[in-house]
């Protein structure tokens, strides 16, 4: 129920008051933001605006609608008070009450939620103009016509999630518990680091501050780990570390922040190679940061054993100089022609395009399956193992390699309608033997032997199998079969409905010579039974 207040301009000063601590109060309209400019600027005045919107609607209804009139702050006003305006007075006859507001009289508690409210609809409000702006610069970026922020002042009274008080404060201690939590993390990571710091030695360091540490201690490991969310610390490699057996290192920007883990062992012939090289998360290191990697691994020749794809780096043998040296993946030069002595595994790297290597040819097998590819361009020149595409958004096989000696599974969770492109290869792996049991002559020349591979159970069907008679012909065999079996269903349920609950089978009519020999079967057990007597 609506309370009046008599004095309601002092509850907005303490409305104010909670929006703008004293300062000078200024406030906007929808139509005021012309450009980016202007709201970057603004942005504090802009926000605080907002924020005293949601107040003078939201929290003013709490403080005098939702809460108990008994409130100590809310005191009622007496008829025989004295300077009373006259439209109080004439509420007061009709027996409506009214009330003055005390803001010295809110309860701490009170105080303290409101205060908690405040800072989570000033950062909500924040991030909502840092949004806006972003995209706005994005598009005018893009386009030739320039926009202007279309910002609301209203818009955290327009959000149904703080549409009341205790629904804001629910949400405000959530948001003020992560940022506690936070601040922990922060204050527990900075010991953790300081601790770190005697068991870290530079080796490596650029101009732009990104530097390379050795990591010599358990202490040291312990933050590694902490920061990039995977094991090298908490005991793992503590013992292999101090023993000399293991070297771990890590890249670090200028904060000293890590960003790649490097962890490098001794090969048998005592040469140095690295064995994990890892981003946050045991994932691939952000491309960014590659360059270093690879420099730093180049200039300590170590070789590469594991985790080529996340160095980014591939060893390739020149054909024109015989000398095999470490190349960037992403960057091969043009112009040579290289062999790849092992094999590649790009699989599952998120890739929207393959690596150029039209011009290297691979000894090993080469695995690009599981990505969001939509084209084999940039595919090997050759590959002697198998070559697996599958499992990504290929339209057709355009630029596959100019031969492949081992299987070529491409077929499984692709898009393909011809095997137009595919040259010579030993086994084609799919879950339709097209090529032998239909005869489908047309893009198969080429292929000597062509096999279904076993266990693979989505079905990939080609244009040219689509139009094969005896393939629609079988089709339409299969296809009656499922529809016979779906009507026998329907009449043993429909059956079912009229049977008695006694009978436990449905036993058919038996009519002609069923009839007859059901008839002579009966006699004979008779005569038996007689007999038997």
């Known amino acids: 129920m609506p309370v ?3 004095n309601e301009k002092d509850l907005n000063n303490y409305l104010a008051d909670i929006v703008y601590h004293g300062q000078e109060m200024e406030t906007f309209k929808s139509g005021d933001f012309k450009s980016t400019a202007f709201v970057e600027q603004n942005k504090d005045a802009i926000v605080r605006s907002m924020l005293l919107q949601w107040c003078k609607h939201r929290l003013r209804s709490h403080l005098a609608e939702d809460l108990p009139e ?7 006003i007496k008829a025989d008070e004295p300077d009373l305006p006259a439209w109080a007075e004439r509420c007061l006859a009709q027996g409506n009450p009214i009330h003055r507001f005390e803001a010295d009289k809110i309860p701490a508690t009170l105080t303290e939620n409101v205060s908690k409210i405040r800072d989570y609809l000033y950062s909500a409000a924040e991030s909502y103009v840092n949004k806006t702006l972003a995209r706005v610069k994005d598009t005018n970026a893009k386009g030739k016509e320039q926009i202007s922020p279309k910002l609301r002042i209203d818009y955290l009274k327009t959000q149904e999630i703080y549409d009341t008080f205790a629904k804001t404060l629910v949400e405000a201690e959530k948001w003020h518990n992560i940022i506690a939590q936070k601040a922990e993390l922060r204050k527990r990571n900075e010991e953790m680091y300081q601790a770190s710091l005697a068991g870290t030695h530079s080796v490596m360091k650029w101009d732009n501050g990104m530097e390379i ?14 920061y990039m969310g995977h094991c090298v610390g908490e005991g793992d490699y503590d013992s292999e570390v101090e023993a000399g057996e293991l070297k771990i290192y890590s890249l670090r920007d200028a904060d000293g922040m890590p960003h790649v883990t490097l962890q490098v062992g001794t090969t048998s012939t005592g040469t140095e190679c690295v064995c994990q090289c890892k981003g946050k998360a045991d994932k691939a290191p952000v491309a960014r940061y590659r360059p270093y990697i690879q420099e730093f691994i180049i200039a300590k020749k170590f070789i ?8 980014g780096l591939i060893k390739l043998y020149d054909e024109a100089t015989r000398e095999s040296k470490y190349y960037d993946l992403f960057n091969i030069p043009k112009g040579k022609r290289f062999i790849c002595k092992g094999g590649i595994n790009l699989s599952r790297m998120e890739l929207t395009e393959l690596p150029d290597l039209s011009n290297v040819i691979i000894e090993g097998s080469f695995d690009c399956s599981q990505n969001h590819l939509t084209s084999l361009k940039g595919a090997p020149y050759k590959v002697k193992g198998f070559f697996a595409c599958s499992s990504n958004n290929l339209p057709s096989l355009e630029f596959a390699p100019q031969e492949v000696e081992g299987n070529f599974d491409c077929c499984l969770n692709n898009e393909l309608d011809t095997l137009k492109y595919v040259s010579v290869c030993k086994e084609i792996l799919s879950d339709i033997d097209v090529y032998e049991k239909y005869g489908i002559p047309n893009h198969y020349e080429n292929i000597s032997e062509y096999k279904p591979s076993l266990g693979q159970y989505n079905r990939t069907y080609y244009r040219d199998l689509i139009e094969c008679p005896l393939y629609k012909a079988e089709k339409k065999i299969a296809l009656d079969k499922k529809r016979e079996v779906v009507r026998y269903k329907i009449k043993r349920n429909e059956a079912a409905k009229n049977v008695s609950p006694i009978k436990e089978e449905i036993k058919p009519k038996r009519t002609g010579k069923a009839k007859v020999k059901a008839k002579i079967n009966i006699m004979f057990s008779h005569v038996k039974q007689m007999i038997k007597r």
């Open 4 to 6: 009046n207040l008599i």
């Open 304 to 311: 590469v054993t594991n985790d080529q794809r996340n160095t």
């Open 213 to 226: 540490v050795q990591l010599t201690t358990p202490e040291a490991l312990d933050y590694e780990s902490e």
């Open 70 to 76: 008994h409130q100590d702050f809310l005191a009622p």
